[in-house]
């Protein structure tokens, strides 16, 4: 190697960043101790921008282009290092790269519930989450408060920082959006807008453009859900609660009787022998009042006494014959329900 190659090769002349992959922020150029050549090209691409800096002072910013890198092209740096106008010696300088690319498809949600204050409700718990994107703008910024002279600065590195900035201002933007828990869902695009607001000034202080975010769900937890379903179903109701609890009534009432004839012992004789036909009775009144349409002006009825039938009293007295032969049953107290029973056939 001749000594005009090993002094070439001390000297850098071509200045440029090809990203390798997503991700990266911040990259520092590799200098070693080689020198910068007076004059030399620095390639500046679309998304990015370079920062000279010197002895860990900022200097000059460089937008994308292509820059000859001179006295008149480095002010700050000339200044710094106090050079004449005429300087054209090779000099030593850190050179950082920065994307200015979106950062797009960040996600962002609840961990856990977040407490609102709400109009309807007073206070909810909520779930929500969505996705957002930002991007690098102030590399100033950016390096005195993240990146530092470290060689390599990714994304990953402040994501969660950042769903942190939007998580920390949910009950802001829900405040400042003034949409009710119930009207969220159909006003997504509004309350994503009051979000980012409330965050944006968060990400500008790290040098950074919080450019558009979005909600994609808002949830309550599942026991406060149910709540709401219950809530929702009444008001779907309406007036025609007796109408409704008539009618759960009457669903209920097959279930309610093949569990009362399958109980045992006393219970469940008692409860095959009165209960369903005392039942019965009651909710069929009670439907048929439903179906009925209402009286002009209601007047104030006795409550209805249900008369037994002969046959029904007979097929009482069979069971309880039975439940005196099982031993169930006294003979004093068949005596005394046998005696009951047979003056309502007079």
Request: charged content about 20%; some cysteine.
């Amino acid at each position: 190697m001749s000594l005009f190659d090993f002094i070439r090769k001390q000297f850098i002349d071509v200045l440029e960043w090809t990203e390798a992959g997503d991700g990266t922020l911040a990259w520092r150029f590799p200098m070693a101790d080689n020198e910068i050549q007076n004059g030399a090209a620095l390639t500046v691409r679309e998304s990015q921008m370079a920062v000279f800096v010197n002895e860990g002072q900022v200097a000059d910013v460089f937008g994308p282009g292509l820059h000859r890198l001179t006295t008149q092209t480095l002010p700050l740096l000339t200044n710094l290092k106090n050079w004449d106008k005429l300087f054209a010696s090779p000099f030593k300088s850190d050179v950082y790269f920065f994307s200015t690319r979106q950062q797009v498809d960040q996600r962002w949600g609840t961990q856990q519930p977040v407490t609102i204050r709400d109009k309807d409700f007073g206070a909810v718990r909520l779930r929500a989450f969505g996705n957002f994107a930002w991007r690098l703008v102030d590399p100033r910024a950016f390096m005195k408060e993240v990146s530092g002279t470290r060689e390599r600065c990714t994304a990953a590195e402040i994501d969660g920082q950042l769903r942190g900035f939007l998580l920390q201002h949910l009950s802001d933007a829900v405040a400042q959006s003034g949409i009710p828990f119930l009207d969220l869902a159909a006003n997504q695009v509004e309350f994503a807008a009051q979000l980012k607001a409330a965050a944006a000034p968060e990400f500008a202080r790290l040098g950074l453009s919080l450019e558009t975010v979005t909600l994609q769900n808002v949830s309550l937890p599942e026991e406060l859900q149910k709540i709401l379903d219950q809530k929702i179903g009444m008001g779907m109701i309406g007036q025609n609660m007796g109408q409704f609890m008539q009618y759960q009534a009457a669903q209920a009432l097959p279930k309610f009787a093949e569990n009362a004839g399958q109980g045992s012992g006393i219970a469940g004789d008692a409860m095959g022998l009165g209960a369903g036909m005392a039942l019965g009775q009651t909710m069929a009144q009670a439907m048929q009042q439903g179906l009925q349409p209402a009286p002009a002006a209601a007047a104030p009825a006795a409550a209805p006494v249900a008369a037994l039938q002969p046959d029904e009293i007979m097929a009482t007295l069979e069971k309880l014959a039975d439940l005196k032969a099982r031993g169930i049953l006294t003979d004093e107290e068949f005596t005394a329900k046998k005696t009951e029973l047979l003056k309502k056939l007079v």
